[in-house]
C-alpha cells in the first residue's frame, strides 16, 4: 500500500503548481485524504482535505481561495492545485489518507506519501 506524490518544484511567486498523489495497492475511494506541508524547521501543518466522495474539502485559512483541492477515484489519485503561490508556501507537501473522520491532526491518518518539494522563490 504506498501513497506516491508528485508535482513539486520551483516556481516564481505569483505561479502555479499542480500536485499529485497517486495511490497503490489498495483502493483509497473510502478513504477520507488531505495534504500537509512540512517547512524548514517547522511541524507539520494541514493544507486541505476532502472526504472519501469528495463532496466535502476544507483548507487551513492561509491557502483559502488560493489551493484547490480533488480527487478522482476512478484513477485512485488526489490533486492540490496550487495558485498564487507565495514564499511562505516554500515546504514539503505530504499527501494521507485515512479511513477514520477527516481530522486536522498528523495522528489521525494511516498512510502516508513521501512528500514533494514545493520552493516557491520571491
Known amino acids: 500500500v504506498q501513497l506516491q506524490a508528485s508535482g513539486g518544484g520551483l516556481v516564481p511567486a505569483g505561479g502555479s503548481l499542480r500536485l499529485s498523489c497517486a495511490a497503490s495497492g489498495r483502493s483509497f475511494s473510502s478513504d477520507n485524504m488531505a495534504w500537509f506541508r512540512q517547512a524548514p524547521g517547522q511541524e507539520r501543518e494541514f493544507v486541505a482535505g476532502i472526504t472519501w466522495s469528495g463532496s466535502s474539502t476544507t483548507y487551513t485559512d492561509s491557502v483559502k481561495g488560493r489551493f484547490t483541492i480533488s480527487r478522482d477515484n476512478a484513477k485512485n489519485t488526489m490533486y492540490l492545485q496550487m495558485n498564487s503561490l507565495k514564499p511562505e508556501d516554500t515546504a514539503v507537501y505530504y499527501c494521507?489518507?485515512?479511513?477514520?473522520?477527516?481530522?486536522?491532526?498528523?495522528?489521525?491518518?494511516?498512510?502516508w506519501g513521501q512528500g514533494t518539494l514545493v520552493t516557491v522563490s520571491s
Open positions: 494521507a489518507a485515512t479511513g477514520r473522520v477527516l481530522l486536522r491532526t498528523i495522528t489521525g491518518y494511516d498512510y
